[in-house]
C-alpha cells in the first residue's frame, strides 16, 4: 500500500519542511522514539479513530477502504492493533521502508509562485525513480500527468485520488472545481 503525508506552509518554507521530515524519519531510523512519544501519538490516532466511529458514511468508507487494502479487519480491529504497536516495531517500519526512493513529492504552489527550478528538479526525481519489484506502474495520459498505479490482487475494488486545487477544505460553497470534479 501507500501512505500519504500531507502539509501545508508557505512557498519558501517548503524545501526546509521536506528537509526537515526527512531529518526526522532518519532520527527514528537511528534512535527510535521514547515510550511517551510513543503513547502520544497512539491517543492521537485512536481519538482520531473514535471521530471516524461517529460518522457512519465515514465507517463505511473506512471499510471499504481497509477492505480494498486486504482486509476490513484493518479498521474493525483498530483499537486492538494499535495496542501491540511497540517502539521498536516503529523503527522497524522506518528503516524498511522510508527512504528517500519510495516516496515521490506532490506540491501545489500558488500561481506564479513556484520556486525557480522545482519542476526541473521533480522531473528529474520521478525520471530516476525505480519501479523495479514492485506492483507500481506508471501511465502517461493524455493530459500530460501521470497516473500511478499498484494493483492490488484480489481486492474487492481499486481507488484512485484526484487532487484538485479547490480553495477551503469542508466549506458548504465548494465552488467550480468541486463541480467538475463531481461531473
Not at 500500500?1 to 506552509?9: D, I, K, L, S, V
Not at 503513547?39 to 473514535?50: D, I, P, S, V, Y
Not at 483498530?78 to 516503529?90: G, M, P, R
Request: no cysteine; net charge neutral.
Amino acid at each position: 500500500g501507500w501512505q500519504p503525508f500531507a502539509a501545508e506552509t508557505e512557498v519558501n518554507k517548503v524545501a526546509p519542511s521536506v528537509d526537515g521530515f526527512w531529518r526526522l524519519i532518519e532520527e527514528v531510523k537511528s534512535t527510535g522514539v521514547s515510550e511517551s512519544e510513543l503513547n502520544f501519538a497512539k491517543k492521537r490516532l485512536l481519538k482520531a479513530h473514535w471521530r471516524t466511529l461517529d460518522d457512519q458514511y465515514e465507517v463505511a468508507s473506512a471499510l471499504a477502504t481497509s477492505d480494498a487494502s486486504g482486509d476490513y479487519r484493518l479498521f474493525s480491529d483498530y483499537e486492538q492493533n494499535l495496542k501491540k504497536v511497540s517502539a521498536a516495531d516503529l523503527q522497524a517500519v522506518a528503516k524498511k521502508y522510508f527512504s528517500p526512493q519510495k516516496f515521490f513529492l506532490m506540491a501545489l504552489f500558488p500561481e506564479g509562485a513556484t520556486p525557480e527550478g522545482f519542476a526541473d528538479k521533480i522531473q528529474k526525481q520521478a525520471a530516476a525513480r525505480k519501479t523495479v519489484g514492485t506492483s507500481l506502474s506508471e501511465y502517461q495520459l493524455a493530459s500530460g500527468a501521470s497516473l500511478l498505479f499498484e494493483a492490488k490482487p484480489g481486492a474487492s475494488l481499486e481507488s484512485y485520488t484526484l487532487a484538485i486545487h479547490a480553495g477551503g477544505k469542508h466549506t458548504s460553497m465548494p465552488g467550480i472545481s468541486d463541480a467538475l470534479m463531481r461531473m
